[in-house]
């Protein structure tokens, strides 16, 4: 029996497919998962027995990634499932900042009295023209889920699309469109865009990557649409951007008072993924992240552990120990499986930075002494006894 915790609301189409295997938790100290929204878990202290925590969303910065993996915790995230609706957001934010729509709508409420609304309307509206995206040469600098179904619709509205990732996987390649231009250099994307969206992951080398000296580059009068992570983007050069007419408008979708109602910000509210799809979606893979694993011993979509997968155990028992990547531990495992005369079938072992996962199929139950065995040598952080 495995009992779960909800940090966050979770999606009820997610929550049902724990089967009879699976109850809630009140007290997340009972709990081997955590299931997260945007809940902070930085300063939390993580039970012993807990083993997964999954972010229903893309983003893990809420996450303690280096102290989960040190305890052997196993977090997973939910990349792609609200991509669609990041995707439609971003449109709607480049549209925004195209064409001075709220602008418009406010003048009609202003006016919402007058009997001669219409006609006052005629007159008003060149006050909110703008300009179309037809034609216009579109950067998207990401092509991981979200980018690449950015940069595919942005071709189907006739825009000039330039795509920019040098770590782009093998899927998101076969998924990008034959009419996105695969750019090498970030600076022909600073120098060549009327538009430019952001979709990388906040890191270190990643953070205010959009600042003074990109916007230096930047051709006069661009757009830069930020749905990815308020850091991306170094916001107080942005704001100087703005004020001296380099950047045209600012679209973000994390409001902060470095932004919010300034000129020529164009900021909203964290909706990007806050579509009942989006979170039926994510709601939905993480749940299923967390049985394979917790079942099965797979892990699909860490951020802090190896990709790993045997499928359903068909052997008679299965072990999963996660341990630190260094040299000689596969052969103290087998060597104490073989002190305990237990035969191993079939075995799997990855590796990711620091950390790695090994799963051990086995021919018969593993003993409480061989398990203890295995916790006691170096580098091991946590086994569990899958079967």
Known sequence: MFQYYCLNPIASIGIDLFGGNYTKTEDMKNAQAVLVRSAAMHDMELPQGLDAVARAGAGVNNIPLEKCADQGIVVFNTPGANANGVKELVFAGMLLASRDITGGINWVLDNQGSETVAKDAEKAKKAFAGCEICGKKLGVIGLGAIGVKVANAATHLGMDVYGYDPYISVNAAWNLSRSVKHISNVEDIYKECDYITIHVPLMENTKKMLNKEAFDMMKQEVVILNFARDLLVDEEAILVALNEGKVKKYVTDFPNSTTAGKEGCIVIPHLGASTAESEDNCAVMAVQEVIDYLENGNI?????????????????????????????????????????????????????????????????????AAVEQLKEIAGVLKVRVIK
């Open 300 to 368: 699909r979509n860490s951020v802090n552990f190896p990709s790993c997968d045997m499928g359903i155990c068909a052997a008679e028992g299965r072990v999963a120990i996660l341990h630190k990547n260094a040299k000689g531990l596969i052969g103290k495992y087998t060597a104490v499986m073989g002190d305990n005369n237990i035969n191993i079938s079939d075995m799997t072992n990855k590796s990711r930075g620091d950390y790695a996962y090994s799963l051990l199929d086995i021919d018969s139950p593993v003993t409480e």
